[in-house]
């Protein structure tokens, strides 16, 4: 069997050769459609092309094309000739983008006119770029073209031979808790993260998916699902249309959908207020950051009984670690969230090990049995398995923080998240370690506190920041409260802080808390819109106070 993650690309072409790969909108209110065959073949010939110009194995390549045919067959055109596709979020911003493509050296660069037009605007990877492609018109900057690549290519390529640990691309972080890093994966990772979604979720092939996150939808063609690309800015999915995220899956039909935590808000509120109905899905897998329970619960109305929606639990370089479904959260643990318990993000996966260690901000080099604290105590979730990622690209000092060897062979990775493992052996999620707020007599979790406040009516979303006030930490609540209420139930701001004050003095995680901002939109990630950047709201809660 191949280790090249490509090679499942023939496999299911070979099975289903006539069935759609990927429909994508043609800008006229349809779709544009291929099948198997035709994507295995685009591929091939351009994997061909790519190696005949001069992009070869080991080439380090940014690709900068929206989701659609282009990026399927680009991408897996890469993995069959051992090309590593340089993979960024072009909504990361300007200066993220720059640092990021700088510390991958990229060697080509593959994009849309408007990517090439902010490369040499910008300067991106000046000093390292020695061959452009068009995907599209090309103007000024030279290069060949995508069309001309088509058009000129010599035979249908194979899939090279790989190893389990050669580099199958660079992915970069969402950059939450800071400058993202490029994780390095291998394509035994790519393997193990197809085998273990199949596995998890049950997903068979001749499927249909409808993804909204352009790196999921890679794993369609592997596990033979058709994708369905909606019409929508995939940087902005807490902005979607919800008519045409609605309208494609009713379309085709489809079987499984990934989603943010704030496109299925989005989604689900029209879903619910039009009476929608939604009997063809299987699956729902929303991942990102927590789903909140009535956020879960609003979409669930639109599936069919027995269907639900699933949150594997995991990061850029080690996903999946863990999933639960929504059927326990909304019976059991949804309730002991709004307690203080922390998100219950289930049971670890199969082949996947996850400790819970105590709580370093420095470099742990070897692994040691006595890192582990008791069940129930929270510390930092440590994973280690074949999907986890074994490095950031050029940056060896976040490698040293995030890697532990294993004296056994292999190497931990520290999520960087905190939390703890219940008697059942589920894991239960407290918050990113870098935002944790430690006062003098204890140290506040960011979700834990926020999931007591989360329940009230009036909120949408809280974040729990540490401002330094005279010498001391001050514990700051901020809270954006729900948009779009009802005429006669209007947000009386004063009363609301009131029941919050009074939420807080009743808990015992959250009675240090007597500082309450309010905040019109929190700043998110690009990527899933979803995860909070506590950081920002840390800076604007100090202006607000000074």
Request: hydrophobic fraction near 40%.
């Amino acid at each position: 069997m191949s280790t090249n993650i490509a090679a499942a690309l023939p496999e299911m072409a070979a099975l289903q050769p006539d069935r759609m790969a990927v429909a994508w909108p043609d800008g006229r209110g349809g779709f544009s459609e291929r099948t198997f065959r035709e994507l295995e073949e685009d591929s091939s010939r351009l994997a061909a092309a790519l190696t005949a110009y001069g992009i070869t194995r080991g080439t380090r390549t940014v690709l900068m094309v929206p989701p659609g045919l282009d990026f399927f067959a680009l991408t897996f055109a890469h993995f069959k000739a051992g090309i590593v596709p340089v993979m960024v979020d072009p909504g990361m911003g300007l200066k993220s983008l720059k640092t990021c493509l700088a510390e991958a050296e990229p060697e080509a660069f593959i994009g849309i006119p408007k990517a090439h037009v902010a490369r040499i605007v910008l300067g991106w990877g000046k000093d390292t770029i020695r061959l452009c492609v068009t995907a599209g018109r090309r103007l000024f900057w030279g290069g060949t073209t995508l069309s001309k690549l088509r058009a000129g290519a010599p035979d249908l390529m194979q899939p090279v031979e790989t190893s389990e640990d050669d580099i199958a691309a660079i992915l970069f972080t969402s950059g939450s808790t800071g400058v993202p890093k490029g994780a390095v994966y291998t394509h035994g990772n790519f393997l193990a993260q197809v085998e273990l979604l199949k596995e998890t979720y049950g997903i068979e092939p001749g499927e249909i998916d409808l993804p909204t996150f352009p790196l999921f939808a890679l794993f369609d063609p592997a596990l033979g699902m058709s994708a369905v690309i909606p019409e929508m800015d995939p940087t902005r999915p807490a902005n979607v249309d919800p008519e045409k995220i609605l309208g494609a899956i009713q379309r085709y039909g489809v079987t499984n959908t990934f989603g943010s935590p704030a496109l299925l808000h989005r989604v689900g509120s029209y879903g619910a207020a039009h009476g929608v109905k939604l009997p063809t899905l299987r699956r729902v897998i929303s991942a990102g950051a927590p789903a909140q329970p009535a956020v879960l619960e609003r979409f669930s109305r639109m599936l069919a009984e027995g269907t639900e929606i699933h949150t594997p639990y995991g990061a850029t370089e080690a996903l999946p670690v863990s999933s639960m479904g929504s059927r326990a959260i909304l019976a059991e643990t949804a309730a002991q969230t709004d307690q203080g318990r922390g998100v219950c993000v289930g049971l670890p996966v199969e082949r996947i090990d996850v400790r819970v260690i105590g709580i370093d901000d420095g470099p742990i080099p070897t692994w040691s049995d006595d890192l582990e604290i008791p069940t129930g105590e929270v510390g930092e979730f440590a994973v280690k398995g074949r999907q986890v990622s074994r490095a950031y690209y050029g940056r060896d000092d976040a490698t040293e923080l995030a890697k532990i060897a294993d004296p056994d062979g292999g190497f931990w990775h520290r999520m960087g998240d905190v939390g703890y493992v219940d008697e059942q052996g589920r894991l239960w999620f407290c918050g990113r370690k870098a935002h944790r707020v430690r006062l003098e007599s204890e140290t506040l979790y960011s979700l834990q506190c926020e999931g007591v406040f989360n329940c009230h009516p009036d909120v949408y979303r809280t974040a729990l920041v540490g401002v330094e006030r005279d010498g001391r930490t001050l514990p700051v609540l901020c809270v954006e409260l729900l948009a779009n209420r009802p005429a006669d139930h209007p947000v009386d701001r004063a009363r609301t802080e009131a029941e919050l004050r009074a939420i807080a003095a009743g808990n015992e995680r959250t009675r240090s808390i007597d500082t309450f901002l309010f905040h019109s939109d929190f700043p998110v990630d690009i990527r899933h819109n979803a995860k909070i950047f506590r950081e920002k709201l840390a800076v604007w809660a100090t202006r607000q106070l000074s």
